[in-house]
């Protein structure tokens, strides 16, 4: 228990159970099904960018470059699916018209 105590793991998580205790004694909605539902849809991106941090850290292959590399390929699916939105938008608006001109 003693060399356990001495890691930054243990600290770190005792934190986030005194947090997460001391969250639900002083709220009544904390622990509430669409609380718990909101949190893991909000950080349900930031949890699988961690999962992928975390093989890459097991790995002992951790650069400077992998957040980098993350927030470029989250910018390009953006702008992708963004364009995506746009062009099925205005084909929707042309396939419209083009319903409304024929009936």
């Given at each position: 228990?003693?060399?356990?105590?001495?890691?930054?793991?243990?600290?770190?998580?005792?934190?986030?159970?005194?947090?997460?205790?001391?969250?639900?004694?002083?709220?009544?909605?904390?622990?509430?099904?669409?609380?718990?539902?909101?949190?893991?849809?909000?950080?349900?991106?930031?949890?699988?960018?961690?999962?992928?941090?975390?093989?890459?850290?097991?790995?002992?292959g951790?650069?400077i470059?992998?957040?980098?590399?993350?927030?470029?390929?989250?910018?390009?699916?953006?702008?992708?699916?963004?364009?995506?939105?746009?062009?099925?938008?205005?084909?929707?608006?042309?396939?419209?018209?083009?319903?409304?001109?024929?009936?």
């Amino acid at each position: 228990m003693a060399e356990l105590k001495k890691r930054h793991e243990f600290w770190l998580a005792l934190l986030i159970v005194v947090l997460f205790v001391g969250l639900a004694w002083r709220s009544d909605e904390f622990l509430t099904f669409g609380n718990l539902y909101d949190l893991a849809n909000n950080y349900a991106m930031l949890t699988i960018l961690a999962c992928g941090l975390f093989v890459v850290l097991i790995s002992g292959g951790i650069d400077i470059s992998f957040p980098a590399m993350t927030i470029i390929a989250q910018y390009g699916m953006v702008l992708l699916l963004q364009k995506l939105v746009v062009t099925l938008l205005s084909r929707l608006h042309w396939a419209a018209a083009s319903a409304f001109y024929l009936a």
